[in-house]
C-alpha cells in the first residue's frame, strides 16, 4: 500500500457514481474510512462534504479527468452505470486503469444480466444470457473488472441488483398515469431490494465478501410485477392499473419498460445471508410500502 493511501490513519475508500445509493452508503462507511466521492457535478461538493464525503471532480467519460484518482484508495464502491450506448462499458475500462494493484472492489451490477429465466430461481451459478445491450454491458463490465483483478492481485465483489424502491422511487407517476400493466398470465416475476439494505449490503460486502464472488442483493419478495404495482396503489390509495395483454402491451409502453416486463426470474438471496451474514431490515416490499404508505 502506497504512502498516498497510508495517510490520515484510516483507509481510504473511494465510491464511483455517489447517487442515491451512494449518499445512503457514506453513513454506514465514514466512520471506518476517509471517504472520497467521485462526481462529474461540481455543484455537488458541498452535498457531499456535507455526507462526510471529500469530493473529486472527474468523468468517466473523459479520461484525462481521472487520473488524480490514481492509487487515491485501496477500496473502491464502483455504483456507476455504463454509458448509454453500445454493447462495451467504456467507462469501466477507464476506471480499471486507474484502480491501485492490491485494492478491494465492489461492483453494484444488476441482475439482467440473466435475461429471462421463465420464472425460475435463479442461483449466483447460473450462466449470464443478456438479451438486450442495457445488459450486455453490465456483464462487459464484470468481464472488464474480474480480468484487472486477475491481473492487479485484487480483491473483487460483484453484486447483482434488481429494481431498487424507497419511499422516493415508487411507480407512483406510472399509476397515477394508468400505464396498464400485464395480465396474470402473461406476467413475469420481479425482485426488489430496498435502497437502505442495498447500502448495508454494499458495505458489508466491502469487508466479509469473498474474493471473486457473485452476490444477489436482493429481499425475500417473489412478487409479479403487476401484484406489485398493485400492492403500491392499495397502499397510497390509488387506482390498480388495468391489465392488458402482452400483444396490447407492446403499443403503450417504451421499448425499455417493455424489456423489463419481458424477463421472469426469482433471484435466491441465500449467499447474502450466509456468507456477508445480511440480515434485511426491508424483507418484504409489502411491508415496507405499507410503511411508507403510513409514514406520509
Known sequence: MNNKIRQFGRPRLLVIGCGDVGMRLLPLVRGRFRVFALTSSPERSAQLRAAGAVPVIGDLDRASTLKRLRGLAQYVVHLAPPQGQGSLDLRTRRLTAILPEGARVVYVSTSGVY???????????????????????????????????????????????????????????????????????????????????????????????LPGRVYHAVDDSRMKMADYFDTVADAFGMARPPRVSRAQLEASVSEVALSFMSESRKLDNARIKQELGVRLRHPEVAQAVAAMALAQ
Open 115 to 209: 435475461g429471462d429465466c421463465a420464472g425460475q430461481l435463479v442461483t449466483e451459478a447460473r450462466p449470464v444470457a443478456p438479451v438486450n445491450p442495457r445488459a450486455q454491458r453490465r456483464v462487459d463490465a464484470e468481464r472488464v473488472l474480474r480480468a484487472w483483478a486477475v491481473g492487479a492481485r485484487a480483491q473483487l465483489a460483484i453484486l447483482r441488483v434488481p429494481g431498487i424502491y424507497a419511499a422516493d422511487r415508487l411507480p407512483l407517476k406510472r399509476l397515477a398515469a394508468a400505464t396498464p400493466a400485464l395480465l396474470a398470465a402473461d406476467d413475469v416475476y420481479t425482485n426488489h431490494i430496498h435502497a437502505d439494505d442495498l447500502a448495508r449490503i454494499v458495505a458489508l460486502a466491502l469487508f466479509r465478501a
